[in-house]
C-alpha cells in the first residue's frame, strides 16, 4: 500500500485551497492519479443532488464511488471531508478510499454544501443523508452490500459523519478524526462556535452526534492529537464513552503532541488508514481478527510545534498588519484568537483543518493566507507585518 504515499501527500497539500470550482478541479485530477495507478479499481462520479443557491443559481453535488472491479459485492464506507464547514472537497479521503477498495472494501466521498453555498447544519447533513441514499437506492447495480456500511470523516467532516452514523440503519461501523462530537459543550475547543449549529441548546444538541446514539451504536474508532486546541481530544473520549454507556464497543487512538488534521500527514497518514483499513474489515467480515490499537500507536511527536512558534499557522499570525494598499488601515491579531481594526472593531479570528479564516461582523468567514514571512492576505486585501507580539 506504500504506492499511494506520494500522492497522498499532493492531495493533502491541495486539499481546502481554492474556489469550490478550483477544489472540485483539483478532486477530479487527484482521482484521476489514484486511478491511474490502481487500475483494478474503478472510481465513477455521480451527481447525486442539484441544489438551488440563494443567489438563484444552481449547484451540482457530486460523489465519488471507488471499488474493486471484479468480485463483490462489497461493504461500503462513506467519507466526508473536513474544512470547517467552509471549504474543501472529496480529495481529502482519496487515498483512504482507494486502499481500501484495494482490500475489497467501496469507498465513496460526496461533498456537501458550504457556509458560503447558504448551508449551515441542517442542509450539510441534509446533503449527506441524501448522497447516502442515493447510493441506497442503486447499491445492487453498484455492486454494493449495504448491509455492510461504515461512515468515517475528519473535523467539521468528523461532525457530520458521526451524526450521519448514527441516523443510517445499515451503519455497523464508523471511524471518526478529531471530530466535534458535542456542539454544545465543547470543551474548550475553537471550532464550532458561532450559529451553524443552532441558537439554542436544543438546536445544538440535536446537531451533535452524542445526544443522538442509535441502539446498537456502530463499532467506533476515533483518532486524535493530544496537541489540538481546535477541537479538544476531550471530545473523543466523551463521545467514545457515550457510546460504551449505549452497549457499544468505542475507543480511542490518541497520538502524542499530533495537532489539527494530523491524519493527512505523515507518519499519522499511514498509521491511521491501517487502523481505519482493519477496523472496517473486521466489523465487516473479511478477516476474524479485532484491530489492537498499540498496532497503530506512535512515539510522540519529536518537535510538536508550540503555540506560539513562528512555524505555526496561528503563532504566524498574531501581531499588527497594515493594508498594503490602504496603510490607514490595519489589523492586530490577538492570541486569544480576537482581532481588532484600527478603528476599533472587535472580530475573531478561527483556525481549522490548517487553515485561517477571520470572521466578520456578519458572520460570514473569509480565508486568511500566509503570502511570504511578512505578507498575508485577508479575504481580497493583502497586508504588510509591522509588528509581531
Known amino acids: ?116 453555498k447558504g448551508a449551515k447544519y441542517p442542509e450539510a447533513i441534509g446533503d449527506v443523508m441524501d448522497a447516502i441514499d442515493f447510493v441506497r437506492q442503486r447499491a445492487k447495480e453498484l455492486n454494493l452490500d449495504f448491509t455492510r456500511v461504515g461512515l468515517a470523516g475528519g473535523s467539521a467532516g468528523g461532525h457530520l459523519s458521526a451524526i450521519a452514523a ?61 496537541a489540538d486546541t481546535t477541537v479538544v481530544i476531550e471530545q473523543a473520549y466523551r463521545f467514545a464513552e457515550a457510546i460504551r454507556a449505549k452497549g457499544g464497543n468505542a475507543e480511542v487512538l490518541a497520538y502524542e503532541g499530533a495537532g489539527h488534521a494530523f491524519f493527512n500527514k505523515e507518519p499519522y497518514q499511514t498509521a491511521s488508514t491501517q487502523a481505519l483499513l482493519d477496523h472496517t474489515s473486521y466489523l465487516f467480515g473479511l478477516t476474524d481478527q479485532r484491530p489492537d490499537l498499540s498496532k497503530y500507536k506512535l512515539p510522540p511527536k519529536a518537535n510538536a510545534e508550540r503555540k506560539d512558534s513562528p512555524m505555526n499557522a496561528a503563532g504566524f499570525l498574531v501581531g499588527d498588519w497594515r493594508q498594503e494598499d490602504d496603510p490607514g488601515k490595519s489589523f492586530t491579531f490577538n492570541s486569544d484568537y480576537t482581532a481588532v481594526s484600527v478603528a476599533g472593531a472587535k472580530l475573531k479570528w478561527e483556525e481549522s483543518d490548517g487553515q485561517l479564516f477571520i470572521i466578520w461582523k456578519s458572520g460570514t468567514l473569509a480565508p486568511i493566507k500566509r503570502l511570504s514571512a511578512n505578507r498575508i492576505s485577508v479575504g481580497k486585501h493583502t497586508y504588510l507585518r509591522e509588528s509581531t507580539k
Open 166 to 226: 448514527q441516523l443510517t440503519p445499515e451503519c455497523i461501523c464508523y471511524d471518526g478524526y478529531n471530530g466535534l462530537f458535542d456542539a454544545y459543550e465543547r470543551n474548550g475547543g475553537k471550532f464550532g462556535g458561532g450559529d451553524y449549529t443552532g441558537t439554542t441548546e436544543a438546536e445544538k444538541k440535536k446537531a451533535s452526534a452524542i445526544y443522538l446514539i442509535k441502539t446498537p451504536p456502530p463499532d467506533t474508532f476515533l483518532y486524535h492529537g493530544t
Open 1 to 116: 500500500m506504500r504506492i499511494f504515499i506520494l500522492v497522498a501527500l499532493c492531495a493533502a497539500s491541495a486539499f481546502g485551497k481554492g474556489t469550490w470550482e478550483e477544489q472540485q478541479a483539483r478532486a477530479e485530477e487527484i482521482s484521476a492519479e489514484y486511478q491511474a495507478m490502481n487500475p483494478a479499481v474503478s472510481s465513477e462520479r455521480f451527481v447525486f443532488k442539484t441544489v438551488a443557491l440563494p443567489d438563484g443559481s444552481k449547484l451540482d453535488l457530486d460523489m465519488r464511488v471507488v471499488r474493486p472491479k471484479q468480485g463483490g459485492p462489497f461493504p461500503v464506507v462513506f467519507f466526508v471531508h473536513g474544512g470547517a464547514w467552509a471549504t474543501g472537497s472529496k480529495a481529502q479521503f482519496t487515498h483512504e478510499s482507494f486502499v481500501l477498495a484495494d482490500q475489497g472494501i467501496a469507498g465513496v466521498r460526496m461533498e456537501y454544501r458550504w457556509k458560503s
